[in-house]
T-cell receptor, first 111, second 114 residues
Framework: ELKVEQNPLFLSMQEGKNYTIYCNYS?????LYWYRQDPGKSLESLFV?????AVKQEGRLMASLDTKARLSTLHITAAVHDLSAIYFC???????????FGTGTRLTIIP | ETGVTQSPTHLIKTRGQQVTLRCSSQ?????VSWYQQALGQGPQFIFQ???????GRGNFPPRFSGLQFPNYSSELNVNALELDDSALYLC?????????????FGPGTRLTVL
């Protein structure tokens, strides 16, 4: 059974600082997704990583995928308050969009 | 092009009742997946429909059932509601192409079971 673990579960950081969220998964997969969720809202797609070594960046967020280590990272650079949200990684290990989600990382940016 | 829509937005039911949630897929998408997100947890895959047929199911009991219609909209039905069924129910649609398909999530239906 595929397991997806994120750490940390909770992250409180000051504006302007850098930090990384880690996503480990238990079976072979080369499709990994990152989503953002604001409280009470739906999921917003951030990144889709489709191959080993994939790196994508959008604004202050950068995601990478290492399929050999079964690890993805979401790096936050110079955090701003607007980035406060819950971040989920999700793995698609059959290539058919049946996603297994991590537990989420609740990120709070403190001014 | 309209996005994924869901109805109703909120719903309150009592234990033992039945509920139907609805999802309209994004234009051009023939695949709909349903997810349950309990409070404080990540979404869990319930099942997927592709061209009106169930195309995979997660670890949910048979009282969770679904349909997909010729226009690719979908319903999620839950019978004999239990307190633990209280959650945000999300549907996502994708285009069903052979290779990678991005899923687009709807706004969700928040179900409360009392």
């Amino acid at each position: 059974e595929l397991k997806v673990e994120q750490n940390p579960l909770f992250l409180s950081m000051q504006e302007g600082k850098n930090y990384t969220i880690y996503c480990n998964y238990s079976t072979t997969s080369d499709r990994l997704y990152w989503y953002r969720q604001d409280p009470g809202k739906s999921l917003e797609s951030l990144f889709v990583l489709l191959s080993n070594g994939a790196v994508k960046q959008e604004g202050r967020l950068m995601a990478s995928l290492d399929t050999k280590a079964r690890l993805s990272t979401l790096h936050i650079t110079a955090a701003v308050h607007d980035l406060s949200a819950i971040y989920f990684c999700a793995v698609d290990n059959f290539g058919n969009e049946k996603l297994t989600f991590g537990t989420g990382t609740r990120l709070t940016i403190i001014p | 092009e309209t996005g994924v829509t869901q109805s109703p937005t909120h719903l309150i039911k009592t234990r033992g009742q039945q509920v139907t949630l609805r999802c309209s897929s994004q234009s051009g998408h023939n695949t709909v997946s349903w997810y349950q997100q309990a409070l404080g947890q990540g979404p869990q895959f319930i099942f997927q429909y592709y061209r009106e047929e169930e195309n995979g199911r997660g670890n949910f009991p048979p009282r969770f059932s679904g349909l997909q219609f010729p226009n690719y909209s979908s319903e999620l039905n839950v019978n004999a509601l239990e307190l633990d069924d209280s959650a945000l129910y999300l549907c996502a649609s994708s285009s069903g192409q052979i290779f990678y398909n991005e899923q687009f999530f709807g706004p969700g239906t928040r179900l409360t079971v009392l």
